[in-house]
């Protein structure tokens, strides 16, 4: 540990030293985000922490999943992930989101992601689809980093991930096309199309990419198509209607010490909404229609010298639901929201034989939710905001759960933020938990958490250099857990979460062609979870000189537990990426990428190396 982490700071040094003779530049940082509190707010009078990342940031290393960017770049969040591309579903799966400890690799249903806030989860398995976190649809992501279930109910128990599509505001046309290819035979392809002619607008993305992987038994392929309508009604409404549709095989090499033979996943995944937003000086609001569904069939394969299976595990969930809110003031520097959420999920699923095509029934079951809530966002003084949220969540079958929230904002001389808020989250048990396989059981109470957090920020160097810092203490209870009662594998409420921790971040705009950026997280946990490291660790810089770039990123990460237990497992790590862009014409890009440089051996997801160091190569084209 000590040898990786004197690596890191050596290249920190030689990253930091020689940029910090250059003269600084002012740098403009985008404050307004709508995660948290469903309207457009200045992040500065919010007591809860929000992490923005643009589209610029998103792309600058011509990833085609928003994950590892993330991971990079959101302190306290981490990501699961098992090759280069791909992280399909069921035994093995990556893509698990964590954040400060909370969340999870089983049932990866603790982190609430949002497309546009429309909640994007599978109906039966209640976790999001990690493959479905395209790059290509983002205008930017914003990441709420601890508990938001007082806005968005179940599942924000550990924070939330908001991407925002992206918007064309000016009459006029925008293409962008991308083809890459490297190690391992992966290809990676992308167009979008972005148009706006007077009142309407739109934008069409597609989206291909494979890999035969780095083990046997690991190829990956997957379509995306990704179309938005928008039409001004008035000045002041908006109507929007959007459908995504994704299909992947996956195939799943298992572990490397117990590999398998013919694990496949044929996944199709859709959603789509409509909605009709209204935004007046001193109000704003919407209320949306959505409806995700899902196909998942699955061969859970066999070991080397086993039996090949004879049926496959097959299931059509569906999430349907409208969500309403509307913001006003009710007297000067209040802005109140009333908002209801109504949602309808669940599915069917089943065995079905491989030559009959016979099925056998393991559950089909829906359920209901809905919740009604209140967030009040008061400006008590010139240096002073309140929050205070309540919201009332009934699901059909664990019963009513009330959620508090509350917290202040102070805006000090010298460009200092302070901030404190007391949150709760809670996650409902999902139809797998209550109904499905073995470990099924009805009587689960919903997981909750209690979130403590005082935050620091500020601006410095005229406004070239913004820092940050959190304090986090979470408790909580009835976390599920599979034990065994009578010898009998059950879902059960036991465990207890109790996590404490620091997340420190840093950006520094140098000059016009420099710019440096940094975060680190400290988590303690007196009951590790999986995916859920104790240090986290990122430095990152981008330089610019006429048409050439140059991106380089170094993560470390050291007490991941891949397993926990009597023999858990840890990994400890260093990665470096870096990526070159040469802009040959204001059409067309050049750009090579390499990752895990350093050829780091090392593993998170438990069995499943992941591969050295992997290159990649292409062009962009935009018109």
Known sequence: MRKRLAIFCTFASMATMPLCAQVADSILLENVV?????????????????????HEQLSEHHRSSILTTLNEQV?????????????????GSAGAFTMRGVGGSSPNAGMLVLIDGVPQYAGIFGHAIADACQTMMAERVEVLRGPASALYGSNAMGGVVNIVTRQMKQDGSKSEAQLSAGSYGTVQTEWVQRLRKGKF?????????RTDGHRANNEFEQYTGFVKFGYDLSPHWRAMADVDVTHFDASNPGEEA???IDNDQRVTRGMASVNLTNHYEASSGAVCAYYNWGHHDVNDGYNVGGTPRTSHYMHDDLMAGVSAYQSFPLFTGNRTTLGVDWTHFGGRAWNEDCVTHAESLIADKTEDELAAYVNIDQQVTDWMSLNAALRVDYHT?????????????????????????VSKGFRNPTIREMYMFPPQNPDLKPERTLNYEVAYKQTLLDGNLH???NLFYISGENLIMLLRENGKPLNTNIDEVENCGLELSADYRLSSHWQLNANYSLLHMEYPVIAAPEHKAYLGAHTRYGSFSLSTGLQYVAGLHTSVGD????????L??????????????????????????????????????TFMGGVKLEW
């Not at 302190?75 to 992280?87: E, K, N």
Request: hydrophobic share 40%; aromatic share 12%; net charge neutral.
């Open 576 to 613: 470096w990426n870096l990526t070159a862009n040469y802009r040959v014409s204001p059409f067309l890009t050049f750009f090579a990428k390499g990752e895990n440089l350093l050829a780091q051996r090392y593993e998170v997801n438990y069995g499943f190396p992941m591969p050295k160091a």
């Open 397 to 421: 079958q664990v019963g009513t759960e009330w959620v508090p929230q509350g917290g202040l904002a102070f805006h000090l001389p010298n460009e200092i933020e302070l901030k404190a808020v």
């Open 34 to 54: 709508v995660t948290g509190t469903r309207h457009e707010v200045d992040v500065r009078h919010l007591p809860m922490t929000v992490t923005t990342l643009s």
């Open 75 to 91: 302190p306290g969040l981490f990501t699961t992930s098992r090759g280069m591309m791909g992280y399909g579903v069921s035994n």
């Open 467 to 469: 820092v940050g810092a």
């Open 258 to 260: 117990n590999s398998l």
């Open 567 to 574: 023999k858990g497992t840890e990994e400890e790590f260093l």
């Open 201 to 209: 607008s739109s934008i069409v993305g597609l989206n291909y990419g």
